[in-house]
Structures are given as C-alpha cells and as structure tokens.
C-alpha cells in the first residue's frame, strides 16, 4: 500500500515528503502498540500467575490491574495537556513525542524485566511492580496516541485526508497482530529473556525515533 503510495503520480514535492513521514509514523505507532495491547495477554498471565495480589491483607482479583491503565490515562491527561501548553515554543515535536512514546512503552518492560527475574526464584513479586509498568505505559500513550491521530489530520493531502485516517486505525490493528504473536510466545522461554527483548526492541525504536526527528521534522514541513 505505501509503496503505491509514495509512487503514484500527482503528488507535489510537499506532499509526497510529508507522506513520507507519515509512513514513519504509521510503523512507530505498530511498533508501540504492539507493546501497549500486552496488557490483556502476557501483563494479565503475569498479574494472574506471578504477582502477589493482596495489599496490607486485602486480596484482589488479579483482572484489578486491568483498571490502572485507563486510571492512569484519566489522571494524567490534564497533566500533560497541561505540560505542552506550557512549554509552549519548547514543545517538542512529533517526532519527538513518538519517540518518548516507544522508550516509555520499552521502559516499562524493563521494569518487567526485573521483576521476572524476582519472579524465576519462585515467589511472586510486588504488585507495585505491575503499578509502575502500567504507569509508564500511560505515559507512553500520552505521548503518543493524540500527537499520531493529529499529525496524521495535518500531514494527509487534503484528498486522501479520510484514506490517511483510517491508516492511522490500521497502525493499530498491525500492533495487535505484532503483540498476538509476541505474546504467543508466553511459557515457551524463560520470563526475564521474553521481556527483556519486548523492552530492547520499544527502547531500540524510541531512540531511532529521537535520533531521526530532525530529518522527520523536515519532511513534515510547517506541520508540527
């Protein structure tokens, strides 16, 4: 499709550079969420068979750590809405934004990293552990999510406008294909090495994703 895309005549020198950040951003938000969408599969086995679920006596259904994510989103929205309006000329640009989305997604495997690497001794660990995993994805989301959705409105040629938002859907149907597969490999290798490379590979982009957002950047034109 963006081979057709980026090839087809008809497009001014703008358009097409601004297709081709569009395209950038298409693989970045697949790659994000296809580590966001683990929530319902390999963080949810990990809550139900790994993690301790009672705080101070009170036990828990392990199906509560579903809640924290859209808690989360809820809380600090206003909080990073807010942060952007103040920076103001500061703000930093999509790119930028998508960048901090992925290190904040590959972050929170990290995190998850190390408490399966508690978990492979035997006892199941905090559920603090999962509280911060969950909060760095927000995080990540925050930063991600409404700038892709934007940039897409402003980047598309005005006649493929409604085309380059249904692209921006499909961004997310390609991670959850990413993320069913990466999740199928739950029980099949050892915890610590399944995170650590789900955290390696969101780190990995987010700093290609730094890196490149000068060029990026230029591609976009006016577009912030």
Do not use: C
């Amino acid at each position: 499709f963006f081979v057709w895309l980026l090839l087809s005549r008809g497009w001014t020198p703008g358009e097409r550079k601004r297709l081709y950040a569009i395209t950038i951003f298409f693989v970045a938000a697949g790659l994000f969420w296809s580590q966001f969408e683990q929530a319902g599969s390999t963080l949810n086995l990990f809550a139900d068979r790994a993690t301790r679920t009672s705080i101070l006596g009170w036990i828990f259904p392990s199906s509560y750590f579903q809640s924290l994510q859209p808690l989360f989103i809820i809380v600090f929205a206003p909080v990073f809405a807010w942060i952007w309006i103040a920076l103001g000329s500061r703000e930093p640009s999509s790119p930028t934004k998508f960048g901090m989305g992925l290190l904040g997604a590959g972050g929170g495997f990290g995190v998850l990293m190390i408490a399966a690497t508690f978990n492979a001794a035997g006892a199941l660990v905090s559920p603090m552990w999962l509280v911060i995993v969950y909060l760095l994805h927000a995080f990540g989301e925050l930063a991600l999510s409404p700038v892709g959705l934007s940039a897409m409105t402003k980047l598309a040629p005005m006649r493929v406008a409604g085309l380059m938002m249904g692209v921006w859907y499909l961004a997310t149907s390609l991670g959850n294909f990413i993320g069913g597969r990466l999740a199928s490999l739950y029980g099949s290798m050892p915890l610590p090495t399944l995170f650590g490379a789900i955290a390696a590979f969101g780190i990995g982009a987010g700093l290609a994703m730094l890196a490149m957002a000068r060029p990026i950047k230029r591609l976009m034109g006016e577009v912030n």
